[in-house]
């Protein structure tokens, strides 16, 4: 077998490192920007803070907000709109996932001509992502999706709300300014459910079952980083734990190149279907998802048992652990506790049988597994 493996994106990691966007946008040329974020963080002093910084060393930064939760395809072809109007020479996307997956999309949108959808990845569209595209920097300000190191944006249809993925290695971001104190403000469930949406990330990327001893390396640090910090990041934060919990973020995206797994497929349809938070979907399966994977993986199960620091180095101690640590984080460990009830196990069956992670699973899932887990979970 031969393999390519990619890690292209310079990644600027520190606290503080927020202060040197103004200087690396001049350096570049760049006085044009757009910034590209959900509305909670558009009010946030930080925010209004960078906007200030950039003004005052003549960079003239454009703001589009204007985006729904889950975001749409004219979400897109409006900030696109503002791109072009006012002139833009870049876009900044500032946030957490979904001002991502709208900042990648507009990078994309900007020189592509055809309708949005028709470089959906899925029916191969990503091949016609040929033409260049605006200068693209990320800023996270959560510990969670990772995807500002990603290549990759999930926009859905205004009117049938279907999922579209536009992939292409061009959408990566040319730098990214991780700065853990952009978290410091995070209320405790987003940082719990965010950080374990990173868990479930380097713990599936580890179990994949494509080869890949690099990305396996990232996510058992990634593992380590968070399991060690996000019950002092939740209850009682602070500068190492934020720091670390954004680490593991960012690792668990890199790592996930690899694939994802059970796990993502049981949470996807929770958020279609109940619009469950998507970290919170994934705590809750996780110690199920987990459980199925036992069986052929015990090998790796004991080396994430042994990651952890885990006395017993069994998959079922693993199990055992993330159980508890969702009760220390004040998460709930049953599905019933987010709302899901016995009709809802069919539809989410079918969902979480047609979504893309599962095939990544180190084992196969069938549709009649998805249920089982799921009659598990409630
Ligand atoms: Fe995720």
Do not use: W
Not at 106 to 125: A, C, R, S
């Amino acid at each position: 077998m031969k393999y390519t493996y990619n890690f292209p994106t310079t990644i600027r990691f520190g606290s503080g490192v927020i202060n040197e966007l103004s200087d690396y946008l001049k350096a570049n040329n760049l006085n044009r920007p757009l910034l590209v974020t959900d509305p909670v963080v558009a009010g946030l002093e930080f925010f209004k803070k960078t906007k200030n910084e950039l003004a005052s060393k003549k960079i003239h930064p454009e703001v589009f907000s204007d985006m729904h939760k889950n975001p749409v395809k004219s979400d897109v072809l409006k900030g696109t709109d503002v791109f072009k109007k006012s002139n833009c020479d870049c876009i900044i996307g500032i946030g957490g996932g979904v001002a991502m997956d709208v900042a990648r999309a507009i990078v994309l949108k900007v020189n592509h001509h055809e309708d949005l959808f028709y470089y959906d990845d899925l029916i191969g569209g990503d091949k016609y992502v040929t033409n260049e595209v605006p200068y693209f920097i990320t800023v996270p300000t959560t510990s969670g999706t990772g995807s500002e190191v990603g290549r990759s944006a999930i926009i859905a249809d205004d009117i049938n709300h279907q999922k579209k993925i536009l992939f292409a290695p061009k959408l990566l971001a040319k730098i990214v300014f991780c700065d853990p104190e952009l978290t410091n403000d995070l209320p405790p469930f987003i940082t719990a459910a965010t950080g374990m949406d990173a868990l479930t990330h380097n713990l599936e990327a580890f179990l994949a079952k494509m080869e890949h001893p690099i990305c396996e390396g990232i996510a058992l640090e990634g593992i380590r980083l968070i399991t060690q910090s996000i019950e002092k990041a939740v209850n009682k934060p602070d500068s190492a734990s934020r720091t670390n919990m954004m680490m593991g973020s960012t690792m668990g995206a890199i790592a996930f190149q690899k694939g994802l797994g059970v796990v993502h497929s049981l949470a996807h349809p929770l958020s279609s279907l109940l619009d469950t938070h998507h970290g919170l979907a994934n705590a809750v399966n996780l110690p199920y998802g987990m459980r199925f994977n036992i069986g052929g993986c015990e090998e790796k199960f004991t080396r994430i048992a042994r990651t952890i620091g885990l006395k017993k180095k069994t998959g079922e101690h693993v199990v055992d652990f993330l159980f508890q640590l969702n009760n220390n984080l004040g998460l709930p460990v049953k599905l019933s506790g987010i709302g899901v009830k016995p009709e809802h196990i069919e539809p989410l069956s079918d969902l979480a049988f047609a979504d893309f992670c599962h095939p990544n699973n180190p084992k196969p899932v069938t549709r009649e597994d998805f249920k089982k887990l799921y009659l598990e979970g409630l």
